[in-house]
């Protein structure tokens, strides 16, 4: 394995398990090498680097799109092309979401950015936290900082740009904590969101501000704990491919 593919996998590692630990803030307090203490459950890794581990919720495996639907309108399945294992927006027929609902999760996204086309797109955790897709690649005319690829749009910008040549596929690997809201809507804690891109870190455990808007300041509303993954329909033929997903613990 190259050093680089260690310190990506490493990095997301790390980032698992401190969101994980503040789940388990809350459990029994072990002595230390306590004989009794559960030992941590088995997963068995993808044979390969971007292949999904045997926890892993497989969303798009590049032949159909029998796990998604469309948000709006909902009438039939999405639009969308399959070819070559990859699934092309077909534009203006509308943005996709996964019939399953999450929350806390680590996600792996493959997407390359169309020849001739902006290849604006976006990830959305939730339903409403852009992490942004976009072709940065040497850009002649480029967007604003915080619209990037890597960007949580509007909120936050990634600490380095790492965009490959247009046409060539990009990865995201991220880990995304929910907010936790309490009964009366304010946030008791907001979400946050770890990104890899291309096996480099770009946002480390980056607060989320709220819901992403377009040139406004973002704000919370409070939503369910757990809501579809979605993939924004915006006018520009982008692909995407080997999506998986592990949903974390509570």
């Given at each position: 394995?190259k050093?680089?593919?260690?310190?990506?996998?490493?990095?997301?590692?790390?980032?698992?398990t401190?969101?994980?630990n503040?789940?388990?803030?809350a459990e029994?307090?072990?002595?230390?090498?306590?004989?009794?203490?559960?030992?941590?459950?088995?997963?068995?890794?993808?044979?390969?680097?971007?292949d999904?581990?045997?926890?892993?919720?497989?969303?798009?495996?590049?032949k159909?799109?029998?796990?998604?639907?469309r948000?709006?309108?909902?009438?039939?399945?999405?639009?969308?092309?399959?070819?070559?294992?990859?699934m092309t927006?077909?534009?203006?027929t509308g943005?996709?979401?996964?019939?399953?609902?999450?929350?806390?999760?680590?996600?792996?996204?493959?997407?390359?950015?169309?020849?001739?086309?902006?290849?604006?797109?976006?990830?959305f955790?939730?339903?409403?936290?852009?992490?942004?897709?976009?072709?940065?690649?040497?850009?002649?005319?480029?967007?604003?900082?915080?619209?990037?690829?890597g960007?949580?749009?509007?909120?936050?910008?990634?600490?380095?740009n790492?965009?490959?040549?247009?046409?060539?596929?990009?990865?995201?690997?991220?880990?995304?904590?929910?907010?936790?809201?309490?009964?009366?809507?304010?946030v008791?804690?907001?979400?946050?969101?770890?990104?890899l891109?291309?096996?480099?870190?770009?946002?480390?455990?980056?607060?989320?501000?709220?819901?992403?808007?377009?040139?406004?300041?973002?704000?919370?509303?409070?939503?369910p704990?757990?809501?579809?993954?979605?993939?924004?329909?915006?006018?520009d033929p982008?692909?995407?491919?080997?999506?998986?997903?592990?949903?974390?613990?509570?």
């Amino acid at each position: 394995m190259k050093r680089s593919h260690f310190v990506a996998g490493l990095s997301v590692a790390v980032a698992v398990t401190a969101l994980s630990n503040v789940a388990r803030s809350a459990e029994k307090v072990w002595k230390v090498h306590a004989k009794d203490r559960p030992q941590p459950k088995i997963v068995t890794p993808g044979d390969r680097l971007g292949d999904p581990p045997s926890d892993a919720i497989v969303l798009f495996d590049g032949k159909d799109l029998s796990k998604w639907e469309r948000v709006a309108p909902k009438e039939g399945a999405p639009k969308w092309k399959i070819k070559n294992g990859a699934m092309t927006i077909a534009p203006l027929t509308g943005s996709i979401q996964t019939k399953a609902e999450f929350g806390d999760c680590q996600l792996h996204i493959e997407w390359r950015a169309a020849k001739g086309s902006r290849s604006n797109s976006g990830v959305f955790f939730m339903s409403q936290y852009e992490l942004q897709v976009y072709g940065s690649y040497k850009n002649s005319n480029p967007i604003y900082s915080d619209g990037v690829a890597g960007s949580m749009y509007g909120q936050q910008v990634p600490l380095v740009n790492v965009c490959r040549p247009t046409g060539e596929w990009e990865v995201f690997d991220t880990v995304f904590r929910a907010p936790r809201f309490g009964a009366d809507g304010k946030v008791l804690q907001p979400a946050r969101i770890t990104v890899l891109h291309n096996g480099v870190l770009v946002l480390n455990d980056a607060e989320i501000k709220g819901f992403t808007v377009h040139g406004k300041e973002a704000k919370y509303r409070k939503h369910p704990p757990k809501m579809p993954l979605q993939l924004q329909d915006h006018r520009d033929p982008v692909s995407f491919r080997n999506i998986w997903i592990r949903p974390l613990g509570e």
